[in-house]
Nanobody
Framework: QVQLVESGGGSVQAGGSLRLSCAGSAWRYSMGWFRQAPGKEREGVAAIYSDARKTYADSAKGRFTISKDSDNTLYLQMNSLKPEDTAMYYC??????????????????WGQGTQVTVSS
């Protein structure tokens, strides 16, 4: 059973930065970050494929950066944070070959989430 463990969430003021991490074993084809705010549907934030292809939601472009290291730890660097970025952030991964899910939430494995709160 694959386990994904997120860390790095917290409370910051608007304009601040946070770096989320997602640790998990084994190699994955698709990995991504999603978020869900209270009363809203889960939405994709950023995704990365094994060929380094990246996808960002419009709300994340220019402010967030997704990356992955050689140990397959996934990161989300979030800069210029806004109150509307407040949400529970989830890491997702999938090991099905040749499928890139991007911001589609059909990933096979999910973490438990880490809370990000941005105050104005």
């Amino acid at each position: 059973q694959v386990q994904l463990v997120e860390s790095g969430g917290g409370s910051v003021q608007a304009g601040g930065s946070l770096r989320l991490s997602c640790a998990g074993s084994a190699w994955r084809y698709s990995m991504g970050w999603f978020r869900q705010a209270p009363g809203k549907e889960r939405e994709g934030v950023a995704a990365i494929y094994s060929d380094a292809r990246k996808t960002y939601a419009d709300s994340a472009k220019g402010r967030f950066t997704i990356s992955k290291d050689s140990d397959n730890t996934l990161y989300l660097q979030m800069n210029s944070l806004k109150p509307e970025d407040t949400a529970m952030y989830y890491c997702a991964a999938d090991d099905r070959p040749y499928l890139y899910f991007g911001l589609n939430d059909e990933y096979k494995y999910w973490g438990q989430g880490t809370q990000v709160t941005v105050s104005s």
